[in-house]
């Protein structure tokens, strides 16, 4: 009984004992599984680090003739630029590469099913690839991260600001349609056995993706981005290339208003010359004019096509004294530039946790606002806080600390992007980020943002612009980080008011907050910054518009002005190329891009149509009075030889009155020597007074009739002038008639049209 007693107490402890080893080895097992539930241990069991160069030296292959195989897919984000003199296409892009690393690898259910993994770029062996046509270094800031999936497989995703070449064929300009390559190739992989491209080559795909994401397209719109994979001969070597081919269209609206129009205006002023009168120097003169004007034009074409066409991004005090310093508190932390694990990996316990971001954005400044190329360019403020896992400490152990300030390289940190941006912070970045006693971490950083903004110039001066600044991570889906915004509208207007420096020529009203939270766990949350402004349009108004409008004002003068002369064309003709050059200058502020017609625009083209018409006018009045003028030269020579053959009697009547006169005083002396009856010596001294005095009356009757004869000639002269304008000819009246019926029209079409386009503006 005693032996069985021992047995069954034997029996029952060792079952005990195993119960109690299957209890601590599933405690162990929870503990170890808990353990690695992080992307530090992850990491550690991958040993990836800085350290490990075997990752980044040598494509990641197990056989060095294993072929490496990277799938390339890019869209278009943004046409910045295409420039026709030096040929040059920039464009913005955004590219995503695949490839496998064969030395990563790992079974997720041995880490908390954790599948893929983000670590900086630098870890990693990344293809050399380029394009050929790129001529200068990118400008938008490379991508920190690459994300690694539990089978090997990498991704990579950047985006590029790309100054690129391009042959353009402006034969049909500004008709023309500009297609420019960008060909992907490995820059010291050449050979294909070693890395092939592989692209995906569904042209409607790649061009509606494109399409979706596409922010600016400058004056040009987008018909379609094609890929074609393709192998090519470098020197001895075959080499895999992938061609994107990227087709765009200009838009010509604004060539066709401020180019082909006036071009045609002036030709068709060279035709109105034609009823100029030859005789004097108006026609040759007004010829000159429109030549150099369209030489003028000629000059502007000159600088905007290339010379080389073929054809024309709590203890004692005693231990609170002896950690009371900033160090202690990192000691404690562990937090030092050689541990790496901080900076590599979302800072959280369990990958399945995401990790909250809040933004708070503030403006400070918008420095300039350039219409030609649709580019915003705002000085703003931005604070980003997170939440650290790993990092957490008592403040009451180090003498109340409870944040403290650490360099930004050694901690993570959300790589939060603008989708708008195109060129790379000018702004020095913050050096230095807080971390609080919680785990909270926050970075304050000012940014000088070089972004593109759609203009929308239809009311130019007038306009109200808003301009968005999107902000998301760059490879961090839903599932992985939540951004947020921590200010609301009217708290960021408000503050953005109370910061505010400078507006350049435009007034803040506001800045609207927008969260797009993504409903799928691979989308991205997206936090929409709207900043919408005014134009101050004050000087616009001063140095353009009223301009316009006095010159419209001198033209309606010149109806004043006697159309006898060139006087009157010669003014019409200046002012109508003072208004020209105005035009020239809203051509160098507003975009080429805009889809309307901005009514400024209008207003500069439609007084320009007015004023030609009047110009057409006062050549057509001018031509009706040369024809009268050359009708009354030809009566005035009649009139002069009927004068002249009327003088000549007169002449003839006038001596034979004379030779009478004579005659009749020898008689008159002769019968008074027969009247009388003794004659005696006083008949000669009687004789002598009577012929003194016919001699004097003679002379003054021929004198008198001198004088008759100039009154007569005054008189004539005085009647043929009131007959002359008394009855104008019939050319004449019916120029005059025209003019004041023109003028009547035209002072009626000017206030139509001038109160048509405050009446636009004013709606608009």
Request: aromatic residues 12%; proline residues 4%.
């Amino acid at each position: 009984m005693m032996c069985s007693g021992f047995l069954l107490l034997l029996l029952l402890t060792e079952l005990w004992g195993n119960e109690r080893y299957k209890i601590e080895f599933q405690n162990y097992k929870k503990f170890q599984f808990a353990t690695n539930c992080s992307f530090q241990s992850l990491l550690m069991h991958l040993n990836v680090t800085k350290n490990n160069e075997l990752f980044t030296l040598y494509r990641p292959v197990k056989k060095w003739n294993q072929q490496t195989i990277v799938t390339l897919k890019m869209w278009l984000y943004a046409i910045l630029d295409v420039r026709e003199t030096d040929q040059t296409f920039i464009p913005y892009v955004w590219i995503d590469m695949h490839w496998r690393n064969e030395h990563i690898e790992w079974e997720p259910k041995d880490f908390c099913d954790i599948k893929n993994i983000t670590v900086p770029i630098e870890l990693l062996w990344k293809p050399d690839l380029t394009i050929e046509e790129m001529t200068e270094k990118d400008k938008a800031p490379p991508a920190p991260y690459l994300t690694i999936k539990y089978n090997g497989s990498v991704e990579m995703r950047n985006d590029q600001v790309l100054v690129s070449t391009c042959r353009m064929q402006v034969y049909k300009f500004p008709f023309d349609t500009q297609r420019c390559n960008l060909t992907f190739k490995s820059l010291y992989t050449p050979v294909i056995d070693e890395l092939r491209l592989h692209a995906i080559s569904n042209t409607s795909k790649i061009t509606n993706w494109s399409r979706q994401v596409m922010g600016k397209e400058c004056e040009w719109l987008l018909i379609s981005v094609d890929a074609a994979p393709n192998t090519t001969n470098n020197f001895e070597y075959e080499q895999s290339v992938v061609v994107y081919t990227i087709s765009m269209r200009r838009r010509s609206a604004l060539y066709i208003i401020n180019f082909i129009l006036p071009v045609l205006f002036l030709l068709c002023l060279d035709f109105a010359s034609f009823l100029i009168s030859d005789s004097g120097g108006e026609k040759l003169g007004f010829k000159v004019t429109v030549l150099l004007a369209v030489t003028v034009m000629q000059l502007i074409l000159n600088e905007i096509l290339p010379a080389s066409s073929d054809r024309i991004p709590l203890i004692d005090a005693a231990n609170c004294q002896d950690n009371c310093s900033y160090q202690d508190v990192l000691n404690y932390l562990n937090l030092t530039m050689n541990n790496e694990l901080f900076i590599m990996t979302r800072p959280v316990k369990n990958y399945k946790q995401p990790t909250y971001v809040s933004l708070e954005v503030l403006l400070y400044a918008i420095l300039d606002v350039v219409e030609k190329e649709q580019k915003f360019i705002p000085y703003v403020w931005t604070v980003t806080r997170w939440h650290n896992d790993f990092i957490s400490w008592d403040p009451n152990q180090f003498c109340g600390i409870d944040n403290v300030s650490v360099p930004t390289e050694i901690l993570w940190k959300p790589d939060l992007t603008i989708e708008e941006m195109t060129e790379k912070d000018k702004a020095p970045p913050s050096p230095y980020l807080t971390i609080s006693d919680k785990g909270d971490v926050e970075v304050q950083n000012d940014q000088v943002l070089v972004s593109t903004c759609r203009m929308h110039t239809y009311n130019f001066p007038f306009d109200i612009q808003s301009c968005n600044l999107s902000f998301k991570s760059v490879i961090h889906t839903a599932k992985d980080l939540r951004l947020q915004p921590s200010d609301n509208s009217s708290e960021a207007t408000e503050w953005s008011r109370e910061v505010m420096r400078t507006q350049y020529e435009w007034l803040f009203i506001n800045m609207t907050v927008t969260a797009n939270n993504a409903s799928d766990p691979l989308g991205q949350d997206i936090v929409v910054y709207t900043i919408t402004m005014k134009r101050r349009s004050v000087l616009y108004i001063a140095n353009f518009l009223l301009p316009v409008l006095f010159f419209l004002c001198l033209d309606l003068a010149s109806f004043l002005i006697s159309d006898r002369g060139g006087e009157k064309l010669s003014f019409k003709v200046t002012v109508l190329l003072a208004v020209t050059v105005l035009q020239l200058i809203l051509n160098e502020i507003l975009p080429s891009s805009s889809n309307n017609i901005p009514l400024i625009a209008v207003y500069c083209i439609g007084i320009f149509a007015l004023m030609m018409l009047s110009l057409f006018e006062t050549i057509f009045v001018m031509y009706l009075m040369e024809k009268d003028s050359a009708s009354e030269s030809t009566e005035t020579a009649g009139d002069q030889s009927l004068s002249e053959s009327c003088d000549k009697p007169r002449k003839v009547n006038f001596y034979s009155c004379k030779r009478e006169l004579q005659k009749w005083i020898q008689s008159a002396c002769v019968c008074d020597l027969s009247a009388d009856e003794t004659p005696s010596e006083p008949l000669p001294v009687a004789e002598e007074d009577n012929s003194t005095k016919l001699r004097e009356e003679y002379h003054a009757l021929e004198k008198l009739s001198d004088e008759l004869k100039a009154i007569e000639k005054t008189l004539a002269l005085l009647l043929n002038s009131r007959k002359e304008e008394e009855k104008p000819g019939y050319w004449t009246r019916l120029a005059k008639r025209l003019n004041k019926v023109f003028f009547i029209f035209y002072v009626t079409m000017v206030s139509l049209f001038l109160v048509f386009i405050f009446l636009k503006w004013n709606i608009a």
